[in-house]
């Protein structure tokens, strides 16, 4: 059984920068692809950034792209999401996510296995 575990979040005032992690368990992570989404109160949960544990090929949102990003520790089977130049519009529960295929799909129902979240906050 895949485990996905997110650390990191927090509380950073805007212009800041925080660094997440999902740590993943459960099978070889040498295939395949893992993604991050964000969820605010109220709203529906949005692509943010995804990378393939091969080659690591990557795609970014929009709003996003620039500020955020995303890499991968195979040897610790460890995704990362480097973001900066936070605004408050940021602010969400932020999720990892996994799937066994290598395409980067933004669409969530396609991930297969999702960690538990850590929320993010940008003080404006």
């Known amino acids: 059984q895949v485990q996905l575990v997110e650390s990191g979040g927090g509380l950073v005032q805007a212009g800041g920068s925080l660094r997440l992690s999902c740590a993943a368990s459960?099978?070889?992570?040498?295939?395949?692809?893992m993604g991050w989404f964000r969820q605010a109160p109220g709203k529906e949960r949005e692509f943010v950034a995804s990378i393939r544990w091969s080659g690591g090929s990557t795609m970014y949102a929009d709003s996003v792209k620039g500020r955020f990003t995303i890499s991968r520790d195979n040897a610790k089977n460890t995704v990362y999401l480097q973001m900066n130049s936070l605004n408050p519009e940021d602010t969400a529960v932020y999720y990892c996510a996994s799937r066994m295929g290598t395409m980067l799909p933004t669409v969530a129902s396609l991930y297969d296995y999702w960690g538990q979240g850590t929320q993010v906050t940008v003080s404006s």
């Open positions: 459960g099978r070889t992570f040498s295939s395949g692809a």
